[in-house]
């Protein structure tokens, strides 16, 4: 990939050649930035190189990096993620709880298929009352499944039997995926008539979107991006009705991390003072103490947050959004 980057003939969700230069990223500073944030970098290893541009269709709203197939990351990638962070599959997620509340209130439903079920986090959540399959690409994940006694497989969307689920619901899924569009019609073959689909993705124009660089939410980890907008405009590509959408509101280790976006880096470790070297040498607690210190820097600096987060609810939007889109 050069820096010279071709701009793309189509869009990969509508076919709509009305394209824009969105927001680009020098891949030389993702690098360094991925290395301080999460001790590793996956870039050279997907010899993904120049710079990293992502595009806006004026017809759909669909965001996108292209050539998304050369920036998504690979299997590798996911497993180095989701082993060095525990974090990473979380199990409490706020469109978990949305999900199972909206389909305890559809009717008719039976069979639910989540594609990219992770460890099964939400199918453990409504296997008593679904009959419930999970699709998943990360071997320790499937095993971490089965081991619950869930039906999760790696099988491709692609072999399982035509209008054979109830429901096709995937979360955080389709922003990683290369061909949206691909995805949401192998999605609607597997549903019947009148079935639904239940996407949870982030959202655009989320509170991270005044933050400069959200590393999670740009290549190789997220290469799509879709607004409510470019969930209308299903409604005119597929035979789609946009039943719902729900947001979720702004949570506080969110709202820590956006004001980090914007607070100065902490000053370089100080000269010790003559007190300092007197303390040392007599009970050589220096470490400990700056450390005290520290933590009460921290202390402070959380509850000033704590107290201007409730006006920054109103104010800023939260991460996920969430939409139900019914089968026509
Ligand atoms: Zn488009």
Same mark, same amino acid.
């Given at each position: 990939m050069s820096s010279l980057q071709k701009h793309p003939q189509s869009c990969p969700l509508c076919a709509g050649k009305q394209i824009g230069l969105h927001r680009w990223f020098d891949v030389d500073a993702l690098k360094a930035d991925w290395q301080k +944030?999460? +001790?590793?970098?996956p870039f050279s290893r997907l010899g993904i190189e120049g710079v990293a541009h992502q595009f806006r269709c004026f017809d759909c709203d669909l965001r996108f990096f292209d050539p998304a197939t050369t920036l998504a990351g690979d299997g590798e990638f996911y497993n180095e993620l989701s082993s060095r962070f525990s974090w990473y599959y979380e199990k409490d997620k706020w469109e978990f709880d949305v999900a199972a509340e909206i389909l305890a209130g559809l009717? +008719?439903?039976?069979r639910v298929l989540e594609v990219g079920c992770g460890q099964g986090h939400f199918l453990v959540r409504i296997k008593n009352r679904y009959d419930v399959k999970g699709l998943e690409f990360n071997p320790q994940a499937i095993a971490d499944c089965r081991a619950i006694g869930l039906d999760v497989t790696s099988e491709a969307m692609a072999t399982l039997g035509e209008g054979s689920f109830d429901v096709v619901s995937a979360f955080e899924v389709l922003e990683h995926l290369p061909a949206p569009r691909e995805f949401i019609e192998q999605s609607l073959r597997l549903l019947r008539p009148g079935g639904y689909l239940l996407f949870a993705v982030p959202d655009p124009e989320g509170y991270f979107t005044e933050a400069e660089k959200v590393l999670l939410d740009m290549p190789p980890h997220h290469v799509m991006g879709f607004s409510k907008k470019a969930f209308k405009s299903m409604q005119a590509l597929f035979s789609l009705k946009l039943e719902q959408v729900h947001q979720e509101p702004l949570r506080f280790a969110h709202y820590r991390s956006y004001l980090g976006n914007f607070l100065a880096p902490p000053p370089p470790p100080r000269k010790p003072s003559f007190l300092d070297r007197v303390l040392y040498r007599l009970f050589g607690y220096q470490k400990e103490r700056d450390v005290e210190l520290k933590r009460l820097g921290e202390r402070v600096t959380e509850m000033q947050m704590a107290t201007t987060f409730q006006s920054a609810k109103d104010k800023l939007v939260g991460q996920t959004h969430l939409v139900l889109l019914q089968k026509q």
């Open positions: +944030g999460f +001790g590793f970098e009717d +008719g439903i039976k």
